[in-house]
């Protein structure tokens, strides 16, 4: 008996030694305790629309689809809505919860206790990929920020598709930084596979490829013989789009419709081109609800169903041509403001509540001091690891979200997937600053002499 509890503590003590267990353990812990303190059903809080402690609900808004499409997976072996066949959603995350369930039963728990897994497992993977391009000790904190980041491990608990499609994007990210290292192809087809996967979850990296892939090819071109380096990539759009185009057959075979991209574009599009940013910056799409044309547009269709994505395509293509000049600038002003909130949107919304702060304003100052130093440190940081191929590779993946963002409607929680990478450069400047600092320091003449 005492041999085997001897074992165990030492068992325990050998995984505390990896510089990645503290993070993982703080995330974990992070991630259950919303668990047990966010309820599976919305409830109104002091006649507030939300739950404490950060504001958010685990089965709202979209939620709802999800667990719908899920459902008809489960019980009729179909993926549709309202009882049709659709493309409203990425199919990758229903899947993901109707396999969840038809393994440990239809109990919201347990896709959220599944989720717990991935938001443990993206920390472990960002820790890796962190040391892939800077030291243990800036790969150590940059994992302990996000494990400590609350809008990250808060997903856990909510019925949304961020856990499972930043998972995904940080696993391809670090398959990259591996097949861009070791130049080999089998980490190049990983890569554009679990890319693929990543896609299928959310559409927003749908097209970063199409961004990427030139990038990359520029950034190796010293590295080896251009003509390796070409193929090399040729495998990840192989691999890439051999996970994605059997969706794309999909819905040309049961709708007709031969495309890889959700019903949910048109909408966002007119969204983006509206003249009104503001208004669905404060309120998302909630806005949307309050105007008119919406109606007009939405017709007697679900918002987001292929007949209205169509008619909020064209309309929103209308708004571009007739005030481009303003759309421009509008999605400017848009993006700037979007991309600095998205470090602490839901912690700035909690505050706002009274029940949380007493009606000071104190905590919602101190986090955006801290938002402001975030930002300035992961920009020294960013400064800092141009040299590195491995940087400009990630700066390359950050653009491709701000442009995204810029031609799409945009909320704080859609620049999620790149906070990461935000926290790893921000660490890494922080890193500078303090080696900086301490050259200095030791290089001051001492006082006694």
Request: aromatic residues 14%.
């Amino acid at each position: 008996m005492y041999g085997s509890l001897s074992g165990v503590m030492n068992l325990g003590l050998k995984w505390f030694a990896h510089p990645w267990s503290i993070p993982v353990l703080v995330a974990a812990v992070s991630a259950i305790v919303f668990i047990l303190v966010l309820p599976t059903t919305p409830r109104s809080f002091d006649g507030e629309g939300w739950i404490p402690p950060l504001g958010v609900k685990p089965l709202g808004d979209d939620a709802g689809e999800y667990l719908s499409l899920a459902e008809a997976v489960r019980s009729k072996h179909e993926y549709s809505f309202q009882g049709a066949p659709t493309r409203i959603r990425p199919p990758l995350y229903p899947l993901f919860i109707a396999g969840v369930q038809s393994l440990f039963g239809n109990n919201i728990r347990f896709v959220q206790s599944v989720q717990v897994l991935l938001i443990v497992g993206t920390v472990a993977i960002f820790f890796f990929l962190a040391r892939r391009v800077f030291d243990a000790r800036v790969s150590f904190l940059a994992a302990l920020l996000l494990g400590l980041y609350l809008p990250w491990t808060v997903r856990a608990a909510l019925i949304m598709s961020e856990a499972l499609f930043i998972f995904l994007m940080t696993l391809s990210i670090f398959l990259l930084m591996v097949a861009t290292q070791e130049r080999k192809s089998t980490y190049y087809g990983a890569a554009g596979a679990v890319l693929a996967l990543a896609s299928l979850t959310r559409p927003v990296t749908l097209l970063l490829p199409v961004f990427l892939i030139p990038a990359l090819i520029w950034l190796s071109r010293h590295q080896a013989p251009f003509g390796h380096i070409v193929r090399l990539n040729l495998v990840l759009v192989l691999a890439y789009l051999a996970v994605l185009l059997p969706w794309g057959i999909r819905n040309a075979v049961v709708l007709d419709e031969a495309t890889v991209f959700p019903s949910s574009g048109g909408v966002n599009l007119w969204v983006a081109s509206h003249p009104d940013w503001r208004g669905f910056t404060k309120y998302h799409m909630a806005y949307a609800w309050r105007l008119k044309e919406f109606y007009d547009l939405q017709q007697d269709d679900y918002y987001i169903s292929s007949e209205a994505d169509a008619r909020f395509y064209r309309a929103a293509v209308q708004n571009i041509k007739a005030d481009p000049g303003g759309w421009f600038f509008r999605n400017i002003q848009k993006l700037a403001l979007v991309s600095y909130y998205s470090f602490g949107q839901e912690l700035w919304n909690a505050a706002e509540h009274r029940a949380l702060t007493d009606g000071s304003s104190t905590f919602l100052r101190i986090l955006h001091m801290a938002t402001l130093g975030f930002v300035v440190f992961a920009v020294l940081g960013l400064a800092g690891s141009l040299s590195k191929s491995e940087g400009l590779a990630l700066l390359a993946i950050i653009m491709y979200f701000f442009l995204v963002q810029f031609m799409s409607f945009a909320e704080a929680r859609y620049m999620l997937p790149i906070v990461p990478l935000y926290i790893l450069f921000a660490s890494y400047g922080l890193s500078l600053l303090v080696r900086t600092l301490w050259r200095g320091f030791k290089a001051f003449p001492d006082s006694r002499t």
